[in-house]
């Protein structure tokens, strides 16, 4: 089989090396990917907005299987040209999409098949989303309707806060149309967890659970990031929880999207809170998590491949999974998230056996060295026999590089360590 995988960061990365190991797969091809993963994959010269040229490349080059990385492709309709094309697709259609795509879909749809998540209320206009914080308890949070990259969410401590949050949103257009609706949610209280499915209508097969650190620094302090560091699996989140998450919340979100006329096919990603209720929904993704994939993918068994095909064919996969824990630290260019400076020459990590080096930020120079290029740089993964043993082990091998230019946050994991004491 060829695969081709479309996107260029550390998820598209770890997604090509599982695909390579295949034992179905002749050929990975990314696009455009990034010069860090040329080890396992064939690069095309492809953006992932040049949609016709990826469908004529899939046509002419026989494509067996395609699976999207990121979102903005998704709901701008890119699995859409694909399946029209007579290409198969691990990937929703611009139409199941907007569940990432417009917060307002996805609360809707919760609210009609009461899929238990914060309460909320929307607006289109300044005056009253203001009035609505004077009455509304804080902390509250605020969020742009559509696709902000990773920047449309306020977790407002304050009501002056919530109020510049709104006037950024609803009269400055700060995320241009993304924000022409804004969502006013409750604050909710517990562990967070990422729970990913991979669907297709009402076959829901869910992957073992993770945990991200959203924030820039340790102690989740400053800004928030599109991910510092996961690990998985999650010990403080209890089984019970998960069961409830799939039963509640993942199952009836595909029924749901069934029912309403768009089924959903590829990776329905949950962000979950466990409340005092239980598992309550923060978002829906509609793609594999980043950088939830490069700790969960390396625990899994199965032929990553051969399971896509069974879920697409409407069969149950076995899916196996490595009793090893999984931790994995982004390093990021100082800066990050505002501004970063590129160019910062990386270590060669060759001789680091054990490590799992997914690329996402890097340029090659001419004497073939990857240099830093964007915000996160890579994440440097470990496996371990226990949770403890996979953060001192990452963490042991990345002090060995620290560099002036990157840095990582040095707690990736340590928070399931603590729930756990
Ligand atoms: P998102 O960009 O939707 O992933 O949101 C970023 C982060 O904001 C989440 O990972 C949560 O930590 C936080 N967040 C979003 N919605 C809520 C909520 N309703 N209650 C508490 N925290 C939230
Ligand atoms: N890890 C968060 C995301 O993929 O959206």
């Known amino acids: 089989m060829r695969v081709l995988v479309v996107g260029r960061g550390g998820r598209e990365h770890a997604l090509c090396e599982k695909i390579a190991m295949s034992q179905h797969v002749d050929e990975v091809y990314v696009a455009p990917g990034n010069p860090g993963m ?25 494509i067996d299987l395609v699976i999207i990385g990121p979102e903005k492709p998704l709901v701008e309709g890119l699995a859409d040209r694909f399946v029209q094309a007579g290409i198969r697709v691990f990937a929703p259609s611009q139409r199941a999409a907007q569940i990432e795509g417009s917060k307002s879909f996805a609360k809707n749809l919760m609210m009609k098949y009461q899929i238990p998540t914060a309460s909320y209320a929307s607006f289109r206009e300044l005056e009253p989303a203001l009035d609505y914080i004077e009455r509304s308890p804080i902390p509250i949070v605020i969020k742009a309707d559509g696709l902000a990259g990773g920047k449309g969410v306020i977790v407002a401590q304050t009501k002056d806060e919530a109020r510049e949050a709104l006037c950024h949103m609803l009269r400055d257009r700060k995320y241009g149309q993304a924000c022409s609706t804004v969502i006013i949610e409750e604050f909710l209280e517990g562990e ?38 996961a690990y998985s699996p999650v010990p403080q989140i209890p089984h019970e929880a998960v069961n409830q998450a799939i039963k509640r919340i993942l199952e009836p979100t595909a029924q749901a999207l069934v029912l309403e006329g768009t089924p959903f096919t590829g990776v329905l990603y949950a962000g979950l809170m466990l409340t005092a209720e239980g598992p309550k929904v923060i978002e829906f993704n509609a793609r594999f998590g980043d950088p939830e994939t490069q700790v969960i993918l390396p625990r899994l068994e199965s032929d990553l491949v ?81 949770l403890e043993e996979a953060i001192d082990k990452v963490y042991d091998r990345l002090d060995k590089h620290q560099q002036p230019g990157l840095f990582y946050r040095r707690d990736i994991g340590r928070r399931a360590m603590q729930a756990l004491r």
């Open 192 to 229: 967070e967890f990422s729970l990913m499915a991979l669907v297709h209508e009402g076959l829901v097969i869910c992957l073992d659970i993770a945990q991200d650190h959203k924030r820039a620094y340790d102690g989740d302090q400053g800004p928030n990031t599109g991910g510092m560091g």
């Open 306 to 386: 051969e399971v896509l095909l069974d879920v697409l064919e409407g069969r149950t996969p076995e899916l196996k999974w490595s009793p090893q824990a999984m931790v994995g630290v982004v390093v990021a260019s100082k800066g990050y998230p505002n501004g970063c400076t590129n160019g910062v020459v990386l270590p060669s990590y060759d001789a680091e056996r054990g490590l799992h080096i997914y690329y996402s930020g890097v340029s090659r120079d001419d004497e073939g060295q990857l240099l830093s290029e964007g915000g996160r740089v890579y994440l440097a993964g470990s496996l371990g026999g226990s």
């Open 38 to 62: 040329e080890g396992v994959a064939t690069r095309l010269p492809y953006a992932e907005e040049d949609h016709r040229k990826l469908v004529e490349f899939a046509q002419t080059q026989g």
